[in-house]
């Protein structure tokens, strides 16, 4: 009788292991609003008026850019809130309401649409 119940119970931890789904671990997403190219300024004495009505250096000019769709593999660094350059590349990314502090961080970059809210989606680690 033992030996019946001990079979049941092993059945029963296969059956149920076999139906359990196996998802990517994925801590955040982040929404891309959009892709910048960056181009460095002819004139380092280059100035910037801002919205707010001071006049600043300017670093790095970026210029709105468009991907093929696919889904990429790439190193992202926090540049400021809401912008992420790609290491190894001149391209920056825009993205929405996204709090993650990547310094080098290898992320899933999914590229979906060139129009609307969202144009693709940030996953990382």
């Known amino acids: 009788m033992k030996t019946v119940s001990y079979l049941l119970l092993i059945m029963t931890m296969i059956i149920t292991t076999s139906f359990t789904s196996k998802k990517l671990t994925v801590s955040n997403t982040c929404d891309i609003s959009n892709f910048y190219k960056a181009v460095e300024p002819n004139d380092r004495d280059t100035k910037v008026l801002t919205s707010s ?3 600043e250096d300017i670093d ?3 210029v709105p ?3 093929n769709i696919d ?3 790439v190193n992202l660094t926090r540049k400021a809130s809401n912008l992420y350059k790609v290491e190894g590349t001149d391209l ?3 993205t929405k309401y ?3 502090y990547a310094t080098y961080q290898e992320v899933i970059l ?3 649409s060139s129009y609307g809210y969202a144009k693709g989606t940030l996953y990382f680690n």
């Open 65 to 67: 850019t468009k991907l």
């Open 110 to 112: 999914k590229f979906t």
């Open 53 to 55: 009505g001071d006049i």
């Open 92 to 94: 920056y990314i825009e």
């Open 71 to 73: 889904t990429y593999k």
């Open 98 to 100: 996204c709090y993650e």
């Open 60 to 62: 790095v000019i970026l």
